[in-house]
């Protein structure tokens, strides 16, 4: 099945478990499938500084950037500071001001709904497994496509496995808390490059650090 590909996840991420979880800068939270699988959201790196694993990311950021699911704003806020013009994006106002107020630059949207300078950004980032927004990880690719410029990457976080799949998903807190449900994706590397090349993306490299896995592609 194919996601709706705003409003669920808009409305899902809007949802109080998440929102709370970033206020207080700290979870349990987690992504649970409706068969109990549960994926855990590290909420606490999230609100913290950029670590050793995203410095690899950021040396490898060119021209503007674009952070698709910005949360609540570690790497726009390093990214102004080291002197890109740095967009986050983000559905959850709670991210967007949080975003802000560690000095970065982001909008309360979908990245499906228009954005400034389409056709334009230097590098697009999909960190933090957001890969996943949508549950369409072709739709997405061909939407970050068109909003890079000629030439511009696209860098990607995506999961340790080998691992190729689509989830209905909702967000709870360990506690009660819920979300609403929302479709979601998991790609490993093989997957993600299967996924790139017929949406305009062309594999440049791959790594690793810090147990996160990264793969850098080119428009």
Not at 130 to 144: E, H, M, S
Not at 160 to 185: N, T
Request: proline share 6%; hydrophobic share 45%; net charge negative.
């Amino acid at each position: 099945m194919t996601a709706q590909l705003t409003e669920p996840s808009r409305s899902a991420w809007q949802a109080d478990p998440y929102s709370h979880a970033l206020r207080a800068g700290q979870g349990p939270l987690f992504l649970r499938r409706h068969d109990g699988w549960l994926l855990p959201l590290e909420v606490e790196r999230w609100c913290a500084g950029p670590d050793a694993a995203d410095d690899t990311v950021l040396a490898r950021c060119t021209g503007p950037v674009l952070d698709i699911g910005c949360g609540p704003g570690r790497l726009v806020a390093a990214l102004a500071g080291l002197g890109h013009a740095a967009l986050g994006v983000d559905v959850t106002p709670e991210a967007v001001a949080l975003t802000v107020r560690a000095g970065g630059s982001a909008l309360c949207r979908s990245v499906f709904e228009p954005l400034p300078r389409e056709g334009g950004w230097g590098t697009v980032l999909l960190m933090d497994g957001n890969i996943g927004i949508g549950g369409d990880p072709g739709a997405l690719l061909r939407r970050t496509a068109a909003l890079a410029a000629p030439g511009g990457s696209l860098l990607v976080e995506v999961a340790a496995a080998d691992v190729d799949e689509r989830v209905e998903v909702y967000v709870e807190d360990g506690a009660g808390g819920r979300g609403a449900s929302f479709w979601w994706a998991r790609l490993g590397t093989r997957a993600l490059c299967g996924e790139a090349k017929p949406a305009g993306w062309t594999p440049y490299d791959s790594w690793q650090a810090a147990g996160r896995h990264f793969v850098h592609l080119t428009r």
